[in-house]
């Protein structure tokens, strides 16, 4: 099989000529013939001044380097997209896709024998691999790791759940505006990740778990030295994987990993958008995901981890407990233990090398679970036939079986207009309903799933409502909030004819999310809907076109339809 610099020559219609070029171009930058001999490793470069959540990328790409080099292989650095959560217009997700074709391109454009892809932020991880996923070259995650905590006045802060918290109070009054101010230079104390069991923390969980990455690359905060250690270990790896040629992707994305990544992520009180990132990363690999055994997996499977949002502690606290091999060590029953990993070893061979927990509040035992259920539960019913998704975890409990009545808002831009108004009909008992925010609807599925407590309301003190929407929320957010409603309100599912006033049933025991009213009825307004001009402009050209055209459900990963490897998703659901 061509190697190194040889592999994927620009066409000249001259082979010799191709690689001649080529080598007279890299030679400008220095390079010796011993060098250009080597097999390649490729290495993303995702730095951006836009990105805190990078902030120690180039100090990763040069550890990663060194480890690459001592193992006898070439490390070539390559740009690509950076995606940062606060930075991303409209939306962080419209732009994950983008980010997958892009790296997938560049991977399959330029010469390389392996790749280790660094990343973080929320979409950067998930794009990354939903790329190497469809290029199968040898590959290894390096995430760029948590943040450490902050602290305020003797408490431990850290983004972002606390950022969401003492907003709230913030908006009921009970802080100030210097007080926040003050919050605000905490709560971010470093580079790196959010530091709770967020979307960032989540994804290199999962990615940990399904052996993509190496051990402990999920919780060594990004400031550490260690992480840096795990990168030079990385770019080692990858270089053996590079002369090796594997294991590829293909080899470590299989049904066995996709069943103990979403039992991990029951386990850890895991991002829901872990579920639509998993799925994607799966689509691409051609394994399917299955919403009823994730929900199985829930019911089966407590909450072992004490971590915020479904907790107390933080990403820095799980990782000086033991890490993740110290959680699967916990929950062996439940893994496929002969699960290969990018290490070499099996997940079991990981898991005998665990330490034990070392701190038994942080990593709980099954015997001694934060939660008795499982993270997420997938919720059914009229009001969303393909599935929606509660994080149970992180609702109130007294809201899990609610009777209320609908407060609608038609998009993100009239909840914004209308959520504080002095004069909005609503109450502690109603149902704030969020449609025409899902993937299309919005367009890019935003994280406002997470409805703010209409300011009346949380001035007298309430603090959390049933909130549904067809919108995402941060994995950093919490509240009995339903999301990511299948088929959304802008393709025509029933969440588009809820009406203020109509009553909305969720029972989480039982899985039901209903709309109150009868079939006929159901019928007449959806008939009625279809007849109704589109709720915007739908996008004509660009990018934006692309996306509105082509992305999936949230139920199918919201990727390209046709960027899925054949037989993973039913495209017509
Ligand atoms: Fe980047 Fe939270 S904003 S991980």
């Not at 439940?334 to 034990?356: M, R």
Request: hydrophobic share 45%; proline share 6%; net charge negative.
């Amino acid at each position: 099989m061509t190697k190194g610099l040889r592999k994927g020559l620009a066409s000249y219609g001259d082979e010799s000529f191709s690689l001649f070029l080529r080598k007279v171009f890299i030679k400008a930058m220095g390079y010796s013939d011993d060098a250009l001999d080597r097999p390649i490793v490729g290495i993303t470069n995702t730095y951006s001044d836009y990105n805190p959540c990078h902030g120690n990328v180039p100090d990763l790409i040069e550890s990663v380097k060194r480890g690459v080099m001592a193992a006898g292989g070439m490390p070539m650095v390559f740009p690509t997209i950076s995606i940062h959560e606060s930075f991303a217009f409209p939306t962080s997700m419209f732009l994950r896709n983008l980010m997958a074709m892009d790296t997938e391109e560049m991977i399959r454009a330029q010469p390389m024998d392996a790749v280790v892809v660094i990343g973080g932020c929320d979409k950067t991880l998930p794009a990354q691999l939903m790329a190497a996923a469809s290029v199968d070259l040898p590959t290894i995650a390096v995430p760029t790791g948590p943040m450490i905590v902050g602290h305020h006045r003797g408490e431990i802060l850290g983004a972002c759940t606390d950022c969401r918290r003492l907003w709230s109070q913030f908006r009921a009054g009970k802080v100030d505006e210097e007080e926040i101010e003050r919050i605000g230079g905490c709560l971010a104390p470093s580079v790196g990740t959010c530091m709770v069991m967020g979307t960032a923390s989540t994804m290199a969980c999962i990615l940990e778990t399904m052996g993509l990455s190496l051990p402990m690359s999920a919780t060594v905060p990004a400031v550490y030295a260690e992480r840096r250690r795990i990168a030079e270990a990385s770019g080692r790896r990858a270089a053996e994987m590079a002369i090796r040629g594997g294991p590829k992707p293909s080899e470590l994305i299989t049904t066995a990993s996709v069943f103990n990544a979403m039992a991990v992520l029951q386990a850890i009180g895991g991002s829901t958008n872990g579920i639509i990132h998993l799925t994607a990363i799966a689509g691409r690999a051609g394994v399917p995901l299955d919403l009823e055994v994730f929900d199985r997996f829930g019911r089966q499977i407590p909450v072992l981890l004490n971590l915020k949002p479904s907790g107390a502690h933080y990403m820095e606290h799980f990782h000086n407990a033991g890490g993740l091999p110290a959680l699967m060590r916990e929950l062996k029953p439940f893994l496929h233990l002969d699960a290969p990993t990018v290490s070499g070893e099996t997940i079991g061979d990981v898991i005998a090398q665990a330490e034990e927990a070392s701190d038994p509040d942080i990593i709980r035992s099954l015997a001694t679970p934060v939660k008795k259920e499982g993270t997420m539960a997938v919720l059914r019913g009229n009001l969303a036939p393909h599935g929606a998704l509660i994080k149970q975890s992180a609702a109130s409990p007294e809201l899990m079986l609610h009777t209320g009545r609908a407060v609608v808002f038609d998009s993100v831009g009239d909840m914004i207009a209308r959520i504080d108004a002095p004069d909005l009909d609503v109450h502690a008992g109603d149902v704030l309903v969020l449609r025409n925010a899902g993937p299309k609807g919005a367009p890019g599925m935003p994280e406002a799933g997470y409805l703010p407590i209409p300011m009346k309301l949380a001035r007298d003190g309430v603090k959390d409502m049933v909130r549904i929407s067809d919108a995402r929320m941060s994995g950093t957010a919490f509240g009995t909030i339903v999301l990511h409603i299948a088929p959304e309100a802008a393709a025509g599912g029933p969440l588009a004819i809820v009406e203020t006033g109509d009553r909305i049933l969720l029972d989480v025991e039982a899985r039901k999310i209903e709309l109150l009213i009868d079939d006929a009825e159901l019928v007449r307004r959806l008939t009625a809907w279809k007849q109704r001009p589109p709720h915007r402009k739908p996008a004509t050209r660009g990018y934006a076109k692309l996306f509105e055209d082509c992305v999936l459900q949230a139920n199918q990963g919201c990727d390209f339809d046709f960027l899925l490897r054949d037989g993973s998703i039913d495209k017509n659901l």
